[in-house]
């Protein structure tokens, strides 16, 4: 009995219903359809879980031993049932991977040690769970809307022991002023939501920050995008619509274009420059999106004058 080069039944199956006679005759489009995602890549619109986990896979790989130190002193990282990977026997989720890099980021250019940190807009709180589980913070205050200001403060009682839960102080966004007196912080951060705020609020914010700050940390997106393959628009064309309006950058830029995203970032660098008096002591790409940028600014020494922080 000579050689046996059959196909399985499987792919008998595909070449009927996928990889049909026809699809050689139109070319297309067919490797963002479905012929293609049977041959070579699996359809992320169906697989979007398994690109997700690929994903922070590989970013785990590229993790030094200081960052993977940082991450296993964030304890409790699994409340909330998050995707993970394990990677050395490590749990990772891509949250917490993003927040170890950030962290890195700011520890280039700022001594954390007794800091006084102010966040505006900190989601359920996983960037405050990460800096004050790698740093003897004074004092961590917390901005945002009352709804995701619950989530927060239920969320980080569940993760933090008591003694690093009572530095944290939640403030309501109709209460600001009231509730930060005449306190002065050594860091304020912003990452990802200066892009959802009207642009009036933004400067509002970037004026706090001026009046009450030694230096900012931000992270958001170098612009607008109107890529209809990333989610189909599936919310609707109001959705997009609002989202259009928001932030203090809102020109429209090919977000998947290194070279597009790069051109975005001067205008990026003077959109969140809190002041005249600020300079952005350190900038760059923050993996793994393509379209956002994270820059750290420091109040200049002159203008910052000699009084410490309240918080310390």
């Known amino acids: 009995m000579g050689p046996s080069y059959q196909s399985s039944l499987q792919w008998e199956n595909i070449s009927k219903h996928w990889v049909t006679e026809d699809v050689s005759a139109e070319l297309a489009d067919f490797k963002s359809g479905r012929p293609n995602h049977k041959i070579a890549i699996w359809n992320p619109e169906a697989n979007g879980i398994r690109y997700l986990k690929t994903l922070v896979y590989n970013l785990a790989s590229g993790?030094?031993?200081?960052?993977?130190?940082?991450?296993?002193?964030?304890?409790?990282?699994?409340?909330?049932?998050?995707?993970?990977?394990?990677?050395?026997?490590?749990?990772?989720?891509?949250?917490?991977?993003?927040?170890?890099?950030?962290?890195?980021?700011?520890?280039?250019?700022?001594?954390?040690?007794?800091?006084?940190?102010?966040?505006?807009?900190?989601?359920?709180?996983?960037?405050?769970h990460t800096l004050l589980s790698n740093h003897d913070l004074a004092s961590y205050h917390i901005v945002d809307l009352p709804n995701t200001l619950g989530l927060c403060r239920s969320y980080l009682r569940?993760?933090?022991?008591?003694?690093?839960?009572?530095?944290?102080?939640?403030?309501?966004v109709d209460e600001v002023e009231d509730a930060l007196g005449a306190r002065r912080f050594d860091l304020a951060v912003n990452i990802n939501s200066f892009t959802e705020m009207p642009p009036g609020t933004v400067r509002d914010y970037l004026a706090l920050i001026d009046r009450r700050c030694d230096a900012f940390y931000v992270k958001n997106p170098v612009g607008k995008y109107m890529d209809k393959s990333l989610d189909g628009h599936t919310q609707g064309d109001e959705v997009v619509r609002m989202a259009m309006e928001t932030g203090p950058l809102r020109k429209v830029v090919d977000i998947n274009d290194s070279r597009a995203v790069e051109a975005a970032v001067p205008d990026f660098i003077e959109a969140y420059r809190p002041g005249g008096a600020w300079t952005c002591a350190a900038d760059g790409w923050p993996v793994p999106w393509t379209y956002f940028w994270q820059a750290l600014y420091r109040r200049s020494p002159a203008a910052n004058g000699s009084a410490p922080a309240a918080g310390r």
């Open 63 to 128: 993790l030094g031993p200081a960052e993977w130190e940082k991450l296993r002193r964030i304890r409790n990282r699994e409340v909330g049932d998050p995707f993970t990977v394990t990677y050395d026997g490590e749990s990772v989720c891509l949250d917490y991977l993003q927040a170890v890099l950030e962290l890195g980021f700011v520890e280039k250019g700022l001594d954390l040690a007794g800091a006084a940190v102010l966040e505006i807009g900190a989601g359920y709180g996983r960037t405050c």
């Open 158 to 172: 569940a993760v933090l022991d008591e003694e690093r839960f009572d530095r944290i102080t939640f403030v309501t």
